[in-house]
């Protein structure tokens, strides 16, 4: 059984910080592409970031000089650390897994695995 859980997520006021965490079971994290999403209502789920098996980072770009995405592979777990938030950062987080190696940035498909959602709030 695969499972991917979120955690961290909460109310926040601009310019504050978060760190959203994902604890994989049922598999290693270790040989394939992660990556973490937002959706907000109305709108279609995004990739935010994603980090292959070579520790290789992608971001979108609202969120570069931001947000950082890392990985343990040894604790199996994913993580996303959110400074400077802004109100457009309003979302459901998602962390994903894919099947490949190698990530394939705003390729929501080629990932097979999801969580269930950590909703982060961002006040003015």
């Keep these: 059984q695969v499972q991917l859980v979120e955690s961290g997520g909460g109310s ?19 040989g394939v592409c992660m990556g973490w999403f937002r959706q907000s209502p109305g709108k279609e789920r995004e ?4 980090i292959d ?7 979108a770009d609202s969120v570069k000089g931001r947000f950082t995405i890392s990985k343990d592979n040894s604790k199996n777990a994913l993580y996303l650390q959110m400074n400077s938030l802004k109100p457009e950062d309003t979302a ?18 080629d990932f097979g695995y999801w969580g269930q959602g950590t909703q982060v709030t961002v006040s003015s």
């Design 92 to 109: 459901m987080y998602y962390c994903a897994a894919s099947m490949n190696w190698y990530c394939r940035p705003g390729r929501k498909g």
């Design 53 to 59: 098996s070579f520790g290789r980072k992608s971001y």
């Design 12 to 30: 926040v006021q601009a310019g504050g910080s978060l760190r959203l965490s994902c604890t994989a079971s049922g598999y290693t994290t270790s």
């Design 47 to 50: 990739e935010v970031a994603d």
